[in-house]
């Protein structure tokens, strides 16, 4: 892979579903499909918006650790990124992330109790892609 960033990018922006894992009490992973991110810087930095109620958020205030996987099926290729998730819930991190449209989850708006942003950083990442697989730093 010549370019991660460009490669990884663009996979990341074609897909309509995006796959996210936490860690539970037990220690096991626990995934969910999400949307894709509401907004991305490179593939260093991805954001969500969540429930804050959600068992997932108080997954990852008990640890960090994270996983986020986008597969692209029409080429049967996909993309893992480990890093860390954080739960912001100051003003401007619920104000730069809002859309109108979230108040079909959120509907107190944007300084609703129960919305919040999820911030993925990633470290290192693993691409499949024609019968290989290919691991990365971020």
Same mark, same amino acid.
């Given at each position: 892979m010549r370019d991660? !960033?460009?490669?990884?990018g663009n996979l990341i922006d074609k897909q309509g579903v995006?796959?996210? %894992?936490?860690? #539970?009490?037990?220690g096991f992973p626990n995934t969910k499909a999400m949307l894709p991110p509401s907004r991305r810087e490179g593939i260093k930095v991805l954001y969500y918006h969540t429930n804050t109620s959600s068992m997932r958020v108080s997954q990852y205030r008990a640890e960090p650790r994270a996983c986020v996987y986008f597969c692209d099926k029409r080429f049967f290729r996909g993309v893992m990124l480990k890093g860390t998730m954080e739960v912001l819930e #100051?003003?401007? %991190?619920? !104000?730069?992330?809002? #859309?109108?449209?979230?108040v079909m989850y959120y509907p107190l708006g944007?300084?609703?109790?129960?919305?919040?942003?999820?911030?993925?950083?990633?470290? %290192?990442?693993?691409?499949?892609?024609?019968?290989?697989?290919? #691991?990365?730093?971020?």
């Open positions: 991660a !960033e460009q490669t990884i995006s796959f996210i %894992s936490s860690v #539970d009490g037990d #100051d003003a401007a %991190s619920k !104000e730069m992330l809002w #859309d109108d449209k979230y944007v300084a609703d109790a129960d919305y919040c942003v999820l911030r993925f950083t990633a470290q %290192s990442g693993r691409y499949y892609s024609n019968f290989s697989s290919q #691991d990365f730093d971020v």
